[in-house]
Structures are given as structure tokens and as C-alpha cells.
């Protein structure tokens, strides 16, 4: 058994295996309701999910005809994705405690990564859903991108934005925060200056968590889908965007991984990027 909750603590559940996979999904939804380059999912018995509380704070959005994604409305966690016709539940991994011992089976829908993301493991990888899988790929949401401008947009679509000028970096952090507040193994950010976003629609659709014992650490995401946005942060005059969120290519990539001390023991880093136990010096 193994127990899972949001950033804020309002959901809480618990998992009693058998945990037969955990796949890692590049799909262009995970990438935006997630803001990051993949989203891990534990796939569980549905039988096996227990609700502890707030299942009351969960929102619902439908993202397809056939499929929702669920996230806590006070902090924009994902929450434990239902499927009752196949009697399973996929448990977002950041999400859940400890190591739970189900090794990562497979990449899917690598063909539709974000350009900026280079995979080095040695996992299986599939375009889409891997041989066996009886389902129909739909194909996401297509955000038209002048050339030169660099936007991104929650996964609905009500909140988009523009960013201009050089970033100042590039990173993917590992803190359990992040994980948390991802719902992943880690979070991939691109950092600006505060002056360089413009808000194209929707930044009145933007809620904000902030966690209270921490000087800087909050999360901004949509109301509606739940996809994390950027977050502006005043007082150290940047905006932190979530790279998964792009629409087009933001021209960076990935400079080294932060708060690697607190890597989630199931997500191996493979690359050849410098690693900081916590924040660079």
C-alpha cells in the first residue's frame, strides 16, 4: 500500500497494489495540464483506491469526449484519474509517497514531445500508446504560433500569454514541492523577467497556492483544467513558466538539474547535465 496527496494536503488517498506499470506519457495534454515534459502515471486497481479526504476539492475538466482530468482546487495537484470500464486508476506518481517498487515500463507518444526535451534512458519508446493498448490516439490541441513569438496556453485554452526577450534560464528541479505541485517527477521552468510576459486572455481565470511555511514557493494554475500557468513573483521581479505549457519553441534548453538530492527514487537522470543536491551556488 502506499499512500498519495495534493500540494496542500487537502486531497488524500491511499493505494493497495498490485502495481502492474508505470508508464511516462509526452502527450501534448499531460505536457500542459502537468507544465513539465512528461507526466508519470502508477497504474493501480480501481478497487484498490481509497479516498482519505477531500474528494470534495477534486474539479473535473473534460479534456476529450471520452477522458477527464481531475485537480484539487485550492492547489492544482492532479488527482488519481478514474476508469471504471477498465477497473483501473492511473495515479499521477509525483503524488505518491516513498518508493512504491513498480519500475517505469515505457515512454508513450514520444512523437509528441516538446522540442526541447531529449530522452537518454534506455525505456521502451513509443509515438503513441505502445502495441496491445486498445485505444484510438486523439490528437491534441494545435496553438498557432506567430514566428518569433513565443506563447503558451493552459490545456482549455482560456489563459494564454506571450513572452519576449532572452530567458534568463533553463532548469528541471526535483524538489518534493515540485513534484507535488507537478504531479511528476520533476519540474522543467523557464525564468524571465517579470516585464517580459504579456497575458493574452484569461489572466483573470488564474488561482494561486502558495505553500505558507516556504519564503517564495507557490503555484500558479487555470481554474478550469487545472494546467499549471506561469507564476509571477514580484518580489524577486521574474516569472517562472512551466515549459511544458509552450505552444512554440522557446529557443533554450534544459541547463542542469536542481535539488537533485531530492530526486524521486523511481526517476532515473540519465543525461549528462550538471546536478545541484539543492539550488546552484
Given amino acids: 500500500m502506499t499512500t498519495g496527496s495534493c500540494l496542500c494536503g487537502a486531497v488524500q488517498y491511499e493505494i493497495v497494489g498490485p502495481f502492474p506499470m508505470m508508464v511516462h506519457c509526452h502527450c501534448s495534454r499531460c505536457r500542459k495540464h502537468h507544465g513539465t515534459a512528461f507526466a508519470s502515471f502508477v497504474i493501480a486497481p480501481l478497487t484498490g483506491l481509497r479516498w482519505i479526504q477531500?474528494?470534495?476539492?477534486?474539479?473535473?475538466?473534460?479534456?476529450?469526449?471520452?477522458?477527464?482530468?481531475?485537480?484539487?482546487?485550492h492547489c492544482g495537484s492532479v488527482a488519481p484519474n478514474l476508469m471504471p470500464e477498465a477497473g483501473i486508476a492511473a495515479c499521477p506518481a509525483g503524488n505518491l509517497m516513498g518508493d512504491f517498487s513498480v519500475d517505469s515500463q515505457a515512454h508513450i507518444f514520444v512523437g509528441s514531445k516538446a522540442e526541447w526535451e531529449i530522452l537518454t534512458d534506455s525505456l521502451p519508446r513509443f509515438d503513441e500508446y505502445p502495441p496491445g493498448v486498445s485505444a484510438t490516439a486523439i490528437p491534441g490541441p494545435v496553438r498557432a504560433a506567430e514566428p518569433g513569438h513565443i506563447t503558451g496556453s493552459c490545456l482549455c485554452g482560456d489563459v494564454k500569454y506571450e513572452v519576449t526577450g532572452a530567458p534568463t534560464r533553463m532548469s528541471i528541479c526535483h524538489c518534493t514541492r515540485c513534484q507535488k505541485a507537478r504531479s511528476a517527477g520533476a519540474a522543467t521552468n523557464v525564468v524571465y523577467p517579470d516585464s517580459q510576459i504579456t497575458w493574452l486572455s484569461g489572466a483573470d481565470k488564474?488561482?494561486?497556492?502558495?505553500?505558507?511555511?516556504?519564503?517564495?514557493?507557490?503555484?500558479a494554475f487555470c481554474e478550469r483544467c487545472g494546467s499549471t500557468v506561469p507564476r509571477i513573483s514580484k518580489e524577486r521581479g521574474i516569472v517562472v513558466v512551466p515549459a511544458g505549457a509552450f505552444d512554440s519553441d522557446p529557443g533554450i534548453r534544459p541547463q542542469a538539474h536542481i535539488f537533485a538530492g531530492s530526486r524521486a527514487p523511481w526517476l532515473a537522470i540519465t543525461d549528462s547535465l550538471p546536478q545541484f543536491p539543492e539550488y546552484p551556488t
Fill in 206 to 219: 488564474i488561482r494561486e497556492y502558495k505553500v505558507p511555511e516556504a519564503k517564495f514557493f507557490a503555484v
Fill in 54 to 73: 477531500g474528494e470534495d476539492a477534486i474539479v473535473s475538466y473534460a479534456s476529450t469526449a471520452h477522458s477527464h482530468r481531475s485537480f484539487c482546487r
